[in-house]
């Protein structure tokens, strides 16, 4: 057979027949040659050189896909640690901004009969770097003093910081005491890949702790360390890993902050007085849409801004939070520090099922308190009970049987009502929107009653649980008087067990 069917040396299939001699340099070493080479191709000669294989130079070539090792993570309980560099030159920058802004740029002009010009003469220029200079000089002494001044470092169970060059003070911080640690990073520091770090702490408006600014991964690498210590854990402890919960599409973020009842009620006001005026030029018409329009600024892109890319996620060491567009803001709630939870539903929004959470911290205080007291934006009602139920552990919100108020009370609302069980007291009111309040009973910080003149005529009163200052405001208004006594009898005893049944939560991971 010939062509390119016909059988070669290996016969049909690729089989070597019997008979046939091996090829040239396979099968048993002949006279003369070396030792067979492993494997296939010819045998290698006796001889060889003194430098066989020849020397490699240099360092050994790396494997394709070699990653380099990450540095080591930071150990802030071993010496001091310092700002990150790049604060130096970032605070510069601030002073000069202002600097520029309020006389720089007006060193630049020069006055005339026909208006001010522009650098028009050499002499403003020299004028205007003559006072710039040294005012930059300054600024920069400022901003190093300031990043020599600062110093940090974790000893044991404490954060310590130390302020000061000639006169040092230092500040000493149990982490047992530590409500939430947030992260971040406005708008100028991501340049610099910088991180501002607060540290929140119970005692009201002046227990914060800033640093300002550390680099990404150090304080990252700061918070797990900080969380880790403040829940009893060795401070070497990894990252607890998180389970997303709930993010926040930006349409649903939109619809949510136009589709209620005040914003649409602006926006018609807003739309019919701008037509008004440009129809019959009436220029008194801008007293109704100016007003309007930095109201729907301040309801509706304000919060957008703020909550862009809210996300939500549990993880061992509490509740993280991460939102902002220009200025991001990345939040640690640990467990137990949340002390009362708000579900809130505005009118339109409970048509279609949506809720909000707000929640009362504990350490925050003032401007902080009501910048973080949105745990949950928008979302809807049945991932808010969830987020709620994982807050306040084994507890279910609608399954608590409310009692409505008393019938000789003037209210609008008769949906209003209350009720407790062995975990949290729940308190409903609100019409047509609806609020419910919830406080577990540890968290509880006293139990009172109240009774307003009209009250007094009607034989009623009101029971307040209270929690720390915030959002969140528990009561069961209008009750009989008999009533609201065994209510607050009971509720004091519920909240004496839970507490002595909680223990100490200042190590919550123990």
């Given at each position: 057979?010939?062509?390119?069917?016909?059988?070669?040396?290996?016969?049909?299939?690729?089989?070597?027949?019997?008979?046939?001699?091996?090829?040239?340099?396979?099968?048993?070493?002949?006279?003369?040659?070396?030792?067979?080479?492993?494997?296939?191709?010819?045998?290698?000669?006796?001889?060889?050189?003194?430098?066989?294989?020849?020397?490699?130079?240099?360092?050994?070539?790396?494997?394709?896909?070699?990653?380099?090792?990450?540095?080591?993570?930071?150990?802030?309980?071993?010496?001091?640690?310092?700002?990150?560099?790049?604060?130096?030159?970032?605070?510069?920058?601030?002073?000069?901004?202002?600097?520029?802004?309020?006389?720089?740029?007006?060193?630049?002009?020069?006055?005339?009969?026909?208006?001010?010009?522009?650098?028009?003469?050499?002499?403003?220029?020299?004028?205007?770097?003559?006072?710039?200079?040294?005012?930059?000089?300054?600024?920069?002494?400022?901003?190093?003093?300031?990043?020599?001044?600062?110093?940090?470092?974790?000893?044991?169970?404490?954060?310590?910081?130390?302020?000061?060059?000639?006169?040092?003070?230092?500040?000493?911080?149990?982490?047992?005491?530590?409500?939430?640690?947030?992260?971040?990073?406005?708008?100028?520091?991501?340049?610099?890949?910088?991180?501002?770090?607060?540290?929140?702490?119970?005692?009201?408006?002046?227990?914060?702790?800033?640093?300002?600014?550390?680099?990404?991964?150090?304080?990252?690498?700061?918070?797990?360390?900080?969380?880790?210590?403040?829940?009893?854990?060795?401070?070497?402890?990894?990252?607890?890993?998180?389970?997303?919960?709930?993010?926040?599409?930006?349409?649903?973020?939109?619809?949510?902050?136009?589709?209620?009842?005040?914003?649409?009620?602006?926006?018609?006001?807003?739309?019919?007085?701008?037509?008004?005026?440009?129809?019959?030029?009436?220029?008194?018409?801008?007293?109704?849409?100016?007003?309007a329009l930095l109201g729907l600024i301040r309801a509706v892109f304000a919060p957008m801004v703020m909550?862009?890319?809210?996300?939500?996620?549990?993880?061992?060491?509490?509740?993280?939070?991460?939102?902002?567009?220009?200025?991001?803001?990345?939040?640690?709630?640990?467990?137990?520090?949340?002390?009362?939870?708000?579900?809130?539903?505005?009118?339109?929004?409970?048509?279609?099922?949506?809720?909000?959470?707000?929640?009362?911290?504990?350490?925050?205080?003032?401007?902080?308190?009501?910048?973080?007291?949105?745990?949950?934006?928008?979302?809807?009602?049945?991932?808010?009970?969830?987020?709620?139920?994982?807050?306040?552990?084994?507890?279910?919100?609608?399954?608590?049987?409310?009692?409505?108020?008393?019938?000789?009370?003037?209210?609008?609302?008769?949906?209003?009502?209350?009720?407790?069980?062995?975990?949290?007291?729940?308190?409903?009111?609100?019409?047509?929107?609806?609020?419910?309040?919830?406080?577990?009973?540890?968290?509880?910080?006293?139990?009172?009653?109240?009774?307003?003149?009209?009250?007094?005529?009607?034989?009623?009163?009101?029971?307040?649980?209270?929690?720390?200052?915030?959002?969140?405001?528990?009561?069961?208004?209008?009750?009989?008087?008999?009533?609201?006594?065994?209510?607050?009898?009971?509720?004091?005893?519920?909240?004496?067990?839970?507490?002595?049944?909680?223990?100490?939560?200042?190590?919550?991971?123990?």
């Amino acid at each position: 057979m010939s062509g390119p069917y016909a059988p070669g040396p290996y016969g049909p299939y690729g089989q070597r027949p019997p008979h046939a001699a091996p090829p040239p340099g396979y099968g048993p070493p002949q006279p003369g040659q070396g030792p067979p080479r492993p494997g296939y191709g010819p045998p290698r000669p006796t001889f060889m050189p003194p430098h066989y294989p020849p020397p490699q130079y240099g360092p050994p070539q790396q494997p394709y896909g070699y990653l380099p090792q990450p540095p080591p993570p930071v150990r802030f309980s071993e010496g001091t640690h310092r700002l990150h560099w790049a604060t130096i030159p970032l605070r510069a920058f601030v002073f000069m901004v202002i600097y520029f802004a309020l006389l720089g740029f007006p060193l630049l002009l020069t006055r005339t009969e026909n208006g001010a010009r522009f650098l028009d003469a050499p002499e403003v220029l020299l004028r205007f770097l003559v006072v710039t200079v040294p005012f930059m000089m300054v600024a920069t002494g400022a901003a190093l003093w300031g990043w020599f001044a600062v110093r940090f470092r974790v000893d044991g169970d404490d954060l310590v910081v130390e302020n000061g060059v000639l006169r040092k003070r230092a500040r000493r911080i149990p982490l047992s005491r530590v409500q939430a640690i947030d992260l971040v990073r406005p708008l100028m520091t991501r340049i610099f890949a910088l991180t501002e770090v607060r540290v929140e702490l119970a005692g009201g408006e002046q227990s914060e702790i800033v640093l300002r600014y550390l680099g990404r991964g150090a304080a990252q690498q700061l918070r797990a360390e900080l969380l880790a210590r403040a829940a009893g854990l060795p401070g070497h402890t990894p990252e607890a890993p998180e389970r997303p919960l709930w993010r926040l599409s930006f349409g649903a973020l939109l619809g949510s902050l136009v589709f209620r009842l005040p914003v649409l009620a602006t926006i018609v006001l807003f739309f019919v007085s701008l037509i008004y005026m440009l129809l019959f030029r009436e220029g008194g018409m801008l007293a109704v849409a100016v007003p309007a329009l930095l109201g729907l600024i301040r309801a509706v892109f304000a919060p957008m801004v703020m909550y862009a890319g809210f996300t939500v996620a549990m993880s061992p060491d509490g509740v993280r939070l991460r939102y902002g567009l220009l200025e991001t803001r990345m939040q640690t709630v640990p467990p137990g520090r949340v002390q009362a939870i708000g579900l809130v539903e505005p009118a339109l929004w409970r048509a279609i099922g949506w809720a909000r959470l707000e929640v009362t911290v504990a350490g925050y205080a003032g401007e902080r308190q009501a910048l973080s007291s949105v745990l949950l934006p928008v979302a809807p009602r049945h991932v808010c009970l969830y987020l709620m139920s994982q807050i306040f552990p084994g507890t279910n919100v609608d399954a608590v049987a409310l009692l409505p108020a008393s019938a000789k009370a003037i209210a609008l609302d008769r949906a209003d009502g209350a009720g407790t069980d062995d975990a949290i007291f729940v308190s409903r009111h609100g019409w047509p929107g609806r609020r419910t309040d919830v406080i577990a009973h540890a968290r509880a910080q006293s139990v009172r009653l109240t009774v307003n003149p009209l009250q007094r005529l009607l034989g009623l009163a009101t029971v307040h649980v209270d929690a720390p200052p915030g959002p969140v405001r528990v009561a069961a208004a209008d009750r009989d008087l008999g009533e609201a006594r065994a209510i607050v009898e009971s509720t004091a005893r519920r909240a004496r067990a839970a507490r002595r049944a909680g223990g100490e939560k200042a190590r919550w991971a123990r």
